[in-house]
């Protein structure tokens, strides 16, 4: 299983980015997937969630901002980011579930980075 993240870039505050998550050896279709970043000398944290293809769930930092999706025929989860605040500039990584009902994401990608400059 291999998750290859791009998208990431530095932009202004208020400004956008979409990030994808390409995914091969593994079928988006009906799993769990989420985006997490870490910032330098922070713990990392979940941003947002989605459950099989319906649900999704966001930390409230970014709710109404991010907004996370996929595209199960392309195999690829996406997260668009809008409104950009300078807090958000982070490592940004996607992750997978082998089933949803574990408790641990199986899969990380390499991650890609997002810079927002006031």
């Known amino acids: 299983v291999q998750l290859v993240e791009s998208g990431g870039g530095s932009v202004q505050a208020g400004g956008s980015l979409r990030l994808s998550c390409a995914a091969s050896?593994?079928?988006?279709?009906?799993?769990?997937m989420a985006w997490f970043r870490q910032a330098p000398g922070k713990e990392r944290e979940g941003v947002a969630f989605i459950f099989g293809d319906r649900s999704q769930t966001y930390a409230d930092s970014v709710k109404g901002r991010f907004t996370i999706s996929k595209d199960n025929a392309k195999n690829t989860l996406y997260l668009q980011m809008n409104s950009l605040k300078p807090e958000d500039t982070a490592m940004y990584y996607c992750a997978a579930k082998i089933l949803c009902y574990y408790s641990q994401y199986n899969y990380w990608g390499q991650g890609t980075q997002v810079t927002v400059s006031s």
């Open positions: 050896g593994y079928t988006t279709t009906n799993r769990c």
